[in-house]
C-alpha cells in the first residue's frame, strides 16, 4: 500500500521560509519522479516542482529561485526548501509520484 505523508506546513510571515517534508512507503520510491502540488481555496491545484529519478528538478515560474526541491532515495524522502515566501504562497501542499498516490497535504499559511 502506497502511502506518502507531507509534514513541515505551518504559519510564517512574508520573507520567511518552510521545509516540506514528504515520506513515502510502499513504493520503489527511487523509480519515480516526485512532485510537489499545491492549492489554495478557490483554485484548482497545480505543480509546484518535480524531480526526476536521477535528480533533475523543475519549477514552476512562480517560485523558480525561492523554492528547492531535493530527494534522499536512501529515506525514501522528497523535501521542498521553500523561502521567500509571499501570501500568496499560501496553500495545502501535496507530494505526489506521478502515479496517482497522494499525501494527505500539509498547510502553509503566510501572513503579510
Known amino acids: 500500500q502506497v502511502q506518502l505523508v507531507e509534514s513541515g506546513g505551518g504559519l510564517v510571515q512574508a520573507g520567511g521560509s518552510l521545509r516540506l517534508s514528504c515520506a513515502a512507503s510502499?513504493?520503489?520510491?527511487?523509480?519515480?519522479?516526485m512532485s510537489w502540488y499545491r492549492q489554495a481555496p478557490g483554485k484548482q491545484r497545480e505543480l509546484v516542482a518535480t524531480?526526476?529519478?536521477?535528480?533533475?528538478?523543475n519549477y514552476a515560474e512562480f517560485v523558480q529561485g525561492r523554492f528547492t526541491i531535493a530527494r534522499d532515495d536512501a529515506k525514501n524522502t522528497v523535501s521542498l526548501q521553500m523561502s521567500s515566501l509571499k501570501p500568496e504562497d499560501t496553500a495545502v501542499y501535496y507530494c505526489?509520484?506521478?502515479?496517482?498516490?497522494w499525501g494527505q497535504g500539509t498547510q502553509v499559511t503566510v501572513s503579510s
Open positions: 524531480i526526476t529519478r536521477g535528480g533533475n528538478t
Open positions: 510502499g513504493i520503489a520510491f527511487r523509480a519515480y519522479t
Open positions: 505526489s509520484n506521478r502515479a496517482g498516490s
